[in-house]
């Protein structure tokens, strides 16, 4: 199936619906790094400070980087020797808890499916809540859980996207909306300059740091939808450094958008932890949130598509053709989403939470 749509003629739908190329990859990867993290990483520079800030961006960008390679090697493996076996994958998303088990046993399958799918539920429903917070910088007349009906409603229809094959103009788009979004953040500190009396007090609390240190952690844990990114691509031994590439890239998003907002505002952003909330309200700025709305949108596809996967295997309905009977199946997915996101109106502490307990066995741990 990946090879069919790496050759043939042209066509648009080919080119905007069927991608598998190492590009596709890298923008998959990059796009799905750096969303809502963008508006809160001000917000963490101002627990730890800048230098710990910077810091540590590197430092779990790049171990991030090495465990997504660790993946790609174990997936390579798993999948040749499942192909030596006879099995074929034509209708089978191969995920990150069959690689386990496959190479590891049943108790490694069900670690990595408990930590996986605990930490992209949690994924989706950030999301949604942060969709929310940001429409209500646009428009105040509606409270923040109405938002958060209005767009699970939104999000619920990336039930009809198949799979990562079909992310191909969405990933593109997404990167785009979040490099906007960076350098405005970036710009309009710069431009603003620094507000009057602003104090960088740096890291005053143990509490406060480590839970700006597990904020950027969640920033680089893009590792569980790595093997189904891997598994789009035509060619998935050419994954190996695509992941690096990617987090490079969002380096040069996050370090000067974060650092520029703690420089103009300093420990104001204690108090902010959306970045949004403290520029002032301008066309450029109301561009900037409907992007990451609609980058949100995409994001939440990226989070949910393999937790559709997990529940399709479940129910027997992985294999199936048709797109609405997909659909169909998905929706007991989103709708408990949904839910939590209503009953869950903040992010900033979640964020945080995810990161301290799923992301660092789904990430770093496990991989490893």
């Known amino acids: 199936d990946e090879e069919q749509h790496g050759g043939g003629k042209f066509s648009v739908t080919s080119f905007l619906w069927h991608g598998g190329s190492v590009w596709d990859a890298w923008f998959s990867c990059a796009s799905n790094q750096v969303a809502q993290v963008l508006l809160t990483l001000p917000y963490s520079f101002s627990q730890l400070g800048m230098l710990s800030g910077i810091l540590l961006q590197l430092f779990y960008g790049f171990l991030g980087s090495w465990t997504a390679y660790l993946i790609s090697v174990l997936y390579v493996e798993y999948r040749s020797r499942k192909e030596k076996e006879g099995v074929s994958f034509k209708n089978h998303v191969i995920q990150w808890f069959e690689v386990l088990d496959g190479l590891l046993g049943p108790y490694w399958k069900a670690a990595g499916l408990a930590f996986n799918c605990t930490f992209l539920l949690f994924g989706t429903v950030i999301q949604l809540i942060a969709c929310a917070s940001n429409i209500y910088y646009i428009n105040d007349r509606l409270d923040k859980r109405t938002w958060t009906y209005i767009f699970g409603a939104c999000c619920a229809t990336t039930v009809f996207i198949p799979s990562f094959h079909n992310y191909r103009i969405w990933s ?24 009057e009396g602003v104090t960088h007090t740096g890291p005053n609390k143990l509490v406060l740091y480590f839970t ?20 789009a691509m035509w060619k998935p031994a050419k994954f190996k450094y695509i992941y690096l590439l990617a987090t490079l890239y969002v380096f040069t998003l996050t370090l000067p958008s974060a650092s520029a907002m703690y420089w103009a505002y300093g420990d104001e952003l204690l108090a902010h932890a959306n970045a949004f909330s403290l520029l002032p309200k301008t066309a450029w700025r109301d561009a900037a949130v409907i992007l990451m709305l609609i980058h949100q949108f995409i994001t939440f596809g990226f989070a ?12 027997g309905m992985h294999d199936t053709k048709s797109v609405c009977l997909r659909a169909l199946a998905r929706l007991p997915i989103v709708v408990p989403i949904w839910f939590l996101a209503i009953i869950f109106p903040f992010f900033g502490p979640i964020n945080s939470a995810v990161g301290a307990l799923l992301v660092s066995f789904t990430v770093y741990i496990i991989p490893a």
């Open 304 to 315: 949910c598509t393999p937790l559709y996967f997990v529940w399709e295997k479940v129910i």
């Open 212 to 231: 700006g240190a597990t904020n950027i952690l969640y920033t680089f844990g893009g590792h569980a939808v790595t093997v189904e990114i891997m598994h």
């Open 172 to 195: 593109f788009l997404g990167l785009g909306m979040t490099t906007y979004t960076a350098w405005y953040l970036a710009i309009a500190a710069l431009i603003n300059g620094q507000v």
